[in-house]
């Protein structure tokens, strides 16, 4: 039950702001008590509110002494004052010694006092403490408020209770009719935390059915733990969805997704994605180029990973310590020592720290190549330890196993000049634009149609490339617009006559040597017209 405040307790606690001077309210406090006069409770909680605003316990400690003896009517408010500053200092001994002296006062306990001892509870992260008020709570049969709710969901959450918390989530979901964003939010940050995709994406639906739009973080969070699973499918699903809510993806969305495919090891499609990324105008930051580095390296593809450096480079991103080790190991492990050692006088120019699994890879190449004096002068004095004898023992593996084989070229650094950029530019937009029309040509077929064309239009395709094969006689046309598999031709099996195949053999050889053996003056003369289908007469 709600306590009845009187006008002046009404005024002292809406009196209650940032500007009270806790000194001067004291003062009348002291003085009431030194001539046995009451003090409204109003005007004590007010204090005491201010005292926890300021973190004022000791001086909280005083009122609270004197207010017991000298507040006209104790009321539950006014332990709960109290028991608020005590929660705000994290002293949660105290604020049960305050609550115990409330019940001993005969005053029974309503939603709010468990809502503070709740808070307190759930800033120190205390889940036996949480479940045992839960428990009360229910046993007494009191009625939750929208802040119970909400303090119990980020209590859960944070001590790992995904259990309890998603009985409060539904209990609150069925029996208040109001939802609110916030405990949304919670529960499904609690999922993404715990990488439980299709949960967080459930939330999300309730959100939707609730007409609460989702934001872009929410799908970043989900993105970003299926990056970690290399759950590549889901993070598509997500970009699918925000397309669907109108939601623009932000860098760190274009990242998820890129690092979902490096992870699944389909670099070509990160690539892609990456350059969907820039047509879209979103800049790709210094992760976006680690990623892909990083991917490019471990596909063993120094080339890509030159040209993706190089891209970085003149975006004038700034390559941090990991990209730099990526990309030195790149050429160190591909036999191009030379760029190696010209990147990393470059990362030493720049006042860019070698992480220690580069420093043991440049020291393992440099000892193989007979470089070490190179090695001293930048780093030191050889390094024998551990980490280093590691190094040594991956990199035999990789000599061992065929692993040292590389996609290389061997060309030196070099930037596509202008001209090939636009050229490169203006054939992907034309394919971009061929593929929109077909697209949007293909809306106005009816479907009962869609289906036939795009069958015979493959039946077509496939009959160009099977004739394109046959006037190449055969010939390898990989790499080509007519690289697709031909059909099979079937050979039509030899008939031979109803005599013995011998003899056929042998009446066809003797009709050969007959041909051989007749001469060339007796045999028909060439037609006048066997120079061409539309020739006419020689003059």
């Known amino acids: ?36 006069r009451k003090v409204p409770v109003g005007q004590v909680n007010a204090l005491l509110s201010q005292c926890k605003r300021e973190n004022q316990v000791e001086i909280a400690e005083t009122v609270y002494e004197l207010g017991k003896a000298n507040i006209s009517e104790l009321e539950r408010s006014f332990y709960s004052a109290m028991m608020n500053v005590y929660v705000q200092a994290k002293r949660m001994d105290d604020a049960l010694r305050i609550y115990e002296e409330m019940l001993e006062q005969g005053f029974t306990t309503d939603i709010r006092v468990f809502n503070i001892l709740l808070q307190g509870y759930s800033m120190e992260r205390d889940g036996t403490k949480l479940e045992q008020i839960e428990d009360a709570i229910t046993e007494l049969g009191l009625e939750m408020d929208e802040f ?65 739009a989702p934001t872009v973080d929410m799908y970043n969070d989900i993105i970003s733990g299926a990056a970690k699973s290399a759950n590549h499918s889901v993070a598509w699903r997500c970009f699918l969805d925000m397309q669907k ?45 680690h990623l892909l580095v990083m991917g490019l390296v471990k596909e063993k593809r120094a080339n890509d990973a030159e040209a993706m450096f190089i891209a970085m480079r003149n975006a004038k991103v700034e390559v941090d310590p990991w990209t730099w080790k990526y990309i030195i190991e790149c050429f160190a492990r591909s036999r191009q020592l030379p760029k190696a050692f ?5 990362m030493l120019v720049e006042n860019v720290k070698a992480v220690r699994p580069l420093i043991n890879i440049l020291e393992t190449q440099c000892e193989r190549a007979g470089e070490m004096k190179w090695f001293e002068s930048r780093f030191g004095a050889a390094r024998k330890t551990h980490d280093k004898d590691m190094a040594d023992k991956i990199m035999s593996e990789w000599q061992r196993e065929g692993h040292h084989i590389w996609e290389v070229e061997g060309e030196p650094f070099s930037l596509m000049s202008l001209e090939e950029q636009k050229n490169k530019k203006r054939d ?23 289906e036939e064309m795009l069958d015979n239009r493959e039946k077509l395709a496939a009959k160009r490339r099977s004739d394109m094969t046959a006037k190449a006689g055969g010939a390898n046309l990989e790499g080509t617009r007519w690289s697709g598999k031909p059909k099979e031709i079937k050979k ?48």
């Open 1 to 36: 039950m709600t306590p009845s405040f009187t006008k002046q307790q009404r005024f002292c606690t809406a009196a209650a702001s940032p500007d009270l001077d806790i000194a001067k309210e004291l003062g009348y406090i002291e003085e009431a008590a030194r001539n046995n």
């Open 148 to 212: 119970t709710y909400s303090i119990l969901l980020q209590g859960y959450t944070s001590t790992n209770r995904l259990e309890r918390a998603e009985h409060i989530f539904s209990k609150w979901r069925r029996e208040t009719a109001e939802h609110t964003r916030p405990n949304y939010l919670t529960m499904f940050r609690a999922y993404a935390h715990k990488q439980k995709v299709d949960s967080a994406l459930q939330v999300i639906s309730l959100m939707i059915e609730r007409d609460l």
């Open 245 to 289: 809510l109108h939601l623009q993806p932000d860098v760190h969305s274009w990242n998820g997704l890129i690092e979902a495919l490096v992870k699944a090891r389909l670099v070509d499609s990160a690539i892609t994605q990456f350059k969907q990324m820039r047509l879209k105008g979103t800049l790709p930051n210094q992760r976006t180029f």
């Open 342 to 346: 010209l990147l990393t006088d470059q």
């Open 428 to 450: 992907e937009d034309f394919s971009a634009r061929i593929k929109a029309l077909e697209a949007k040509f293909l809306e106005t077929v009816p479907e009962q149609y869609r």
């Open 492 to 539: 039509k099996k030899p008939t031979f006559a109803k005599e013995d195949p011998f003899t056929e053999l042998e009446k066809l050889r003797s009709r050969k040597q007959k041909k051989l053996n007749t001469p060339k003056d007796t045999r028909r003369p060439k037609s006048q017209f066997s120079m061409g289908r539309n020739r006419g007469p020689k003059a």
